[in-house]
């Protein structure tokens, strides 16, 4: 039993984690241009 509830902490202490996570990036911008993400493989880059 004491396992579940070790197994059932870890997996809510990931979850916060990852929902921490996501609200950072949403508030320092890194969705703001998905559909941009798409196009980057068809950008000519000549650095010569």
């Given at each position: 039993?004491?396992?579940?509830?070790?197994?059932?902490?870890?997996?809510?202490?990931m979850?916060?984690?990852?929902?921490?996570?996501?609200?950072?990036?949403?508030?320092?911008?890194?969705?703001e241009?998905?559909?941009?993400?798409?196009?980057?493989?068809?950008?000519?880059?000549?650095?010569?």
């Amino acid at each position: 039993m004491e396992s579940i509830w070790t197994l059932l902490v870890a997996g809510a202490a990931m979850g916060l984690v990852t929902l921490i996570g996501f609200v950072w990036g949403v508030r320092n911008g890194a969705f703001e241009n998905a559909e941009d993400a798409k196009y980057i493989v068809f950008r000519d880059e000549d650095d010569d």
